[in-house]
């Protein structure tokens, strides 16, 4: 008998030609409305993406994409770090819960663009405090999704550990963190698009190098056609974070409990 390789399932099909339909669909729509607009207002795609070519060969893209990922990589790693920890310890510690959780909530809530303006006055317009707006912005996903996590540990799970004898450090190291780790690679998931948000914000204030900085002089030179590449840039950046955010959760995803 003939083995037969893997096919698509016809879900799978008709998924991947209602994208493929849209996609061609958006193309064909923005090469429309650009031939038929001001270029003071909107261009059309085969524009943008012959600015996006000279912004490449000119090396002003290179240079600010270097600026904002070093202030970006550097945000969202703390952010992971700080947020895994203070989640872990705020789940499983209740005077710290009691003594933080009103801050931090009360913190969360405030609109974090609004204090952008604030921090930048108080710290600098450096590299660090921009790098502190990213990290704002992406720790407080990570925070609650470990601390949601670690809360939800069924409390037999820590008694039978204890029932073997096992340390308090062996309960942490077998029992706590694989059962919160699915639920902290929700938190990074949120915490790379948050950061990246923030990262544009900061640098919208910003007069150093970076996306932000570069759509601020575009517009102020009324650079349509350079709005749009760049705009078209941080998308991409998005949607391939948010996918590898997914990749990372699903490679997690098999170690939760289901009730």
Do not use: C, N
Request: glycine share 10%; no cysteine.
């Amino acid at each position: 008998m003939m083995a037969h390789g893997p096919r698509f399932a016809p879900g799978r099909w008709r998924a991947a030609l209602g994208y493929g339909a849209g996609l061609a669909g958006g193309v064909v729509l923005w090469q429309v409305l650009g031939a038929h607009t001001s270029s003071l207002v909107f261009v059309s795609l085969s524009a943008t993406l012959a600015r996006l070519g000279q912004m490449i060969s000119d090396g002003s893209l290179p240079s600010a994409l270097a600026a904002s990922f070093a202030a970006y990589g550097a945000g969202v790693a703390l952010a992971i770090v700080a947020g895994a920890a203070a989640g872990l310890l705020l789940a499983r510690r209740d005077l710290l819960r009691q003594a933080f959780e009103p801050y931090l909530i009360a913190l969360y809530a405030a609109p974090m663009v609004a204090l952008i303006p604030f921090l930048l006055s108080l710290l600098g317009y450096g590299f660090w405090p921009k790098v502190i707006v990213v990290f704002l912005f992406a720790y407080f996903p990570v925070q609650f999704a470990t601390q949601r996590g670690a809360q939800s540990i069924s409390p037999e799970l820590v008694d039978v550990a204890r029932s073997f004898r096992t340390s308090e450090r062996g309960i942490w190291r077998h029992v706590v963190i694989p059962y919160t780790l699915p639920y902290l690679m929700t938190g990074v998931r949120q915490a790379l698009a948050r950061g990246l948000v923030g990262m544009i914000a900061a640098e919208f204030f910003l007069s150093a190098g970076g996306l932000g900085s570069l759509l601020i002089t575009q517009s102020e030179q009324f650079d349509t056609a350079g709005m749009l590449a760049t705009t078209l840039v941080i998308t991409f950046i998005g949607v391939a974070l948010m996918a590898i955010g997914r990749l990372v959760e699903a490679r997690f995803a098999r170690w939760r409990v289901q009730s």
